[in-house]
């Protein structure tokens, strides 16, 4: 631990990339609580419709992260190694392959939306609610696309102020516009939607506008550029990037089941998992910005082909996280009542979410330590398939029999199965753990 804050150079490096990604990701997660906050002054019918209408969005999302996570481990590398050229070509591939990805969810809200609904609710008022607010925000899917890709190739480059700087402006014309949809028009979830779709649209113009106009050389390029590919780099390009695409989906889909799971526990508990899962969203900021960070560093170490130094900086990473996970859980615990009372559901759904932000608040450390090592080090450092292999088999193996075992079969109060699904991230750091221990995952891709 000593040497971990004595290294200067590592601590100046981490932090300068590791604060704004937190901001970023910070100020991403209040975007994302904000209709179901919002909403909540409507009540528990409007936040479980939003917070359920949002697992499409919640799938998408973590498709289009797969996809720019594994463009950027080779635009890191290639950053390294000063080839530009190398990382163009790779943010050509990510944003073509997101907007595909937009597409189809985007149809998928105007085809079927009804039956989208029904997948996760019972209830016949949120599935109403829902499908108004999915044929709105399907809109955003495109623009979401662009800027998840575009977001990631500036933080892989080591520009990751101007991310955090155009996310803060979608927040803050989120909160306008729905306040004007929501309270002003009357418009209800489907003023929330449209209120996100107008922020969404506002970061992307933006984010647009400040690459040409500060010239970033690696984005402000021809088109041909993005699309210079051949043989010997597609094939070498897939085999890496295609597992943490698998990864990210299966995952984020077998979370969404949980929450298929969670609807035999009735509308308030669903509420008051949608409340939940929001406040955890702000407190594992800390964790995921570090291990962006770690990610970031290590793949433009590899890149410059110093392996030694990609290594010791995975695992002085590693105890940044513990310690800056540690302090989150205490906070979180602490100000869990606090937190719980500004979201306007019943007595026994804040009862509910209050058991499962504790439930969190122990958990936190360990789910933090899981990102960095998955996502942060193993990943960047080429070892993708092992984290496929982990990831997967933690939430369909234990997660998701544990949601059903808890809620359907046995009827238990939700922050039961909740505390049961979660110990699918103390099986997970075993493994992750051993092997970022073996230190084989240290590769240089391109």
Known sequence: ??????????????????????????????????????????????????????????????????????????????????????????????????????????????????????????????????????????????????????????????????????????????????????????????????????????????????????????????????????????????????????????WALGTTIYNIAYKYSGTQSQAAVQVAGSVQNLFVVSGFGIGAACGIIISNTLGARDTKRAIDYAFKSTGLTAIFSVVSGIVLALLAPFIISFFDINELGQRYALYMVYIVAIGLTVKNLNYINIVGILRNGGDTLFGLITDTASVWLIGIPMAFLGSKILGLPIYITYAMVYSEEFFKLIFSEARVLKKKWANTVI
């Open 1 to 250: 631990m000593k040497s971990l804050f004595n290294d200067k150079v590592f601590l100046r490096n981490i932090t300068g990339l590791a604060i704004p990604i937190m901001l970023n990701e910070l100020v991403n997660s209040l975007i994302n609580i904000m209709d179901t906050f919002m909403t909540g002054k409507l009540g528990a019918a409007s936040v479980t419709a939003v917070g359920l209408s949002n697992q499409v969005f919640f799938l998408f999302v973590l498709i289009c992260f797969g996809i720019s996570s594994g463009a950027s481990i080779f635009m890191g590398q290639y950053w390294g190694s000063g080839d530009i050229k190398g990382v163009r070509k790779v943010l050509g591939i990510g944003l073509i392959m997101s907007e595909i990805a937009a597409f189809v969810f985007f149809m998928g809200t105007r085809i079927f939306p009804e039956a989208i609904m029904r997948i996760y609710s019972q209830d016949s008022e949120v599935i109403d609610l829902g499908v108004g607010y999915l044929k709105i925000i399907g809109f955003s899917y495109f623009l979401t696309a662009f800027t998840t890709t575009v977001n990631a190739s500036l933080k892989a480059i080591g520009e990751a102020k101007q991310p955090m700087l155009t996310t803060l402006l979608s927040l803050l014309s989120n909160i306008a516009f729905n306040s004007v949809f929501i309270f002003g028009m009357h418009m209800g979830v489907r003023g929330a939607a449209l209120g996100t779709l107008c922020a969404r649209s506002i970061e992307a113009t933006v984010q647009t506008a400040l690459i040409i106009i500060r010239r970033i050389p690696v984005l402000a390029a021809k088109v041909t550029d993005y699309i210079s590919w051949d043989k010997k780099f597609m094939y070498k390009y897939f085999i890496v990037a295609t597992p943490v695409l698998f990864n990210e989906f299966m």
